[in-house]
């Protein structure tokens, strides 16, 4: 999504964003005993006039969604002020950003993972400029952007077919620049370009 074809300007129209979302210091911790829970972020990288969408790829060598596109994020930590502290925590740990450089906007309902069964929330941050990144290389084998037009173009949507010892299943996913975005974060992106679509219907001469 090219901002300079976006009218209002850039800061009206995440502001607009923000307003759609839950407001993240509202989303309490998780209650004890609640299960699984964790929290990721979905870094929105405003550079050159655009936004990207920031996204990684899970080690093979972790025990669980190994070499699967992911948010950065985890699990939550009893030491965590509440799951906003958990997803900049884990952020900062699994690709270098700066809880500092994170403007976050806030939250949007999440889903439970189906092989795992852990509560994932998420949440939107803004990073201004292409911070240094860091890869931990125990969990992250890639960082990655997607341009938000790119995310939007039904030309890089198509199936993934899986196979789990011999049986084969198919997943509605988003392919682009060699990577495969399916699973519980092609969920999430639906419902992030969903909230984008909402605020672009606002303001018609966006389109």
């Known amino acids: ?5 976006q009218i ?9 964003l923000r307003r759609r979302l839950t407001p ?3 989303v309490p911790p998780p209650k004890t005993g ?4 964790a929290a990721v972020l979905a ?3 405003v550079r050159n006039g655009a936004i990207e969408v920031l996204y990684t790829r899970r080690s093979d060598r972790i025990a669980s969604h190994r070499g699967q596109v992911a948010f950065p994020g985890g699990g939550f930590d009893r030491r965590d002020k509440d799951l906003m502290a958990t997803a900049l925590r884990e952020t900062h740990e699994e690709v270098g950003l700066e809880p500092a450089a994170i403007s976050v906007l806030g939250s949007f309902p999440g889903r439970r993972t189906f092989a795992t069964n852990i509560d994932v929330t998420p949440f939107v941050g803004v ?4 911070p240094a990144l860091r890869a ?3 969990e992250v084998a890639d960082i990655f952007t997607v341009p938000l037009d790119a995310l939007s173009d039904t030309r890089h949507r198509g199936e993934y077919r899986l196979n789990r010892d011999g049986a084969v299943s198919g997943y509605p996913a988003i392919f682009y620049g060699g990577q495969v975005i399916w699973g519980l974060t092609y969920h999430l992106t639906l419902t992030l370009l969903e909230l984008f679509s909402s605020v672009r219907a606002e ?3 966006a389109h």
Do not use: F, K, Q, T
Request: glycine fraction near 6%.
């Open 8 to 16: 209002p300007p850039l800061h009206e129209y995440l502001d607009r």
């Open 24 to 26: 993240a210091e509202s």
């Open 127 to 130: 990073i201004y400029g292409m």
């Open 1 to 5: 999504m090219n901002i300079d074809d």
């Open 136 to 138: 931990d290389p125990r």
């Open 34 to 37: 609640a299960g699984r829970v």
């Open 43 to 45: 870094p929105l990288i």
């Open 203 to 205: 303001n018609p001469r």
